[in-house]
């Protein structure tokens, strides 16, 4: 391929030589914004873009809580959107703030469901069972695992059915972290797989190979 910018047109060859298109290349910001007036309408200007809320999300400003709480009602977001809204929500503790990324572990989006159940790490053991077991039923299975990594230290809450749930996720947990063994991350999930089942030995041994792994 090859550019030439005579004429004001960019031309594309293949590999062949034959010629393929010609695009005009003075197409600027000014043609840009009135492309935009043209589909959308001039109100499309007064329409505020999530990235605002966002920044303001990450540099802790004035009105923050509310732009992202904002963002995360609403569902024309995209879900990664909606999802790097719980991440920054959880930098502002609160019961506004937990409440809504609370109700979010029953999103219709897998990543905002996942991002929901991230922000629940820390949490009392008795509290976080209760919140989080019944996400070992998730049908996605990113989800699933997140769970049950987090259950894994906290499982002493559980009642039967929600422990031999938890077996099983931990089980397939477990296959998908032998998948790639060549950062430290799944080495440290599975010493605390087996740290939680009282194997120390396999546990250390673990911990030895994510040293080994990334020795620094």
Not at 68 to 81: A, I, S
């Amino acid at each position: 391929f090859f550019f030439s910018s005579r004429r004001r047109h960019t031309r594309f060859r293949n590999v062949t030589g034959v010629q393929t298109c010609a695009l005009p290349i003075y197409r600027n910001a000014r043609w840009a914004d009135a492309a935009i007036v043209r589909w959308y309408g001039t109100e499309r200007r007064a329409t505020p873009h999530f990235g605002e809320a966002i920044q303001a999300g990450r540099r802790g400003e004035n009105g923050a809580v509310a732009g992202l709480l904002g963002l995360l009602k609403d569902q024309e977001q995209t879900g990664m959107v909606r999802a790097t809204a719980i991440e920054l929500l959880a930098r502002y503790p609160g019961e506004i703030t937990e409440a809504a990324i609370r109700g979010s572990l029953a999103d219709d989006d897998s990543l905002v469901r996942y991002h929901a159940l991230l922000a629940q790490q820390g949490m009392a053991p008795d509290r976080l069972a209760s919140l989080v077991a019944p996400m070992l039923q998730d049908r996605a299975r990113t989800v699933r695992h997140e769970a049950a990594r987090q259950l894994t230290m906290a499982r002493a809450p559980l009642d039967e059915p929600a422990r031999q749930r938890l077996v099983g996720v931990l089980a397939d947990y477990e296959r998908a972290l032998r998948l790639d063994l060549s950062r430290a991350e799944p080495w440290l999930n599975l010493a605390n797989i087996k740290l939680a089942r009282g194997d120390l030995t396999a546990a250390e041994n673990d911990l030895r190979q994510a040293i080994a792994v990334e020795p620094r």
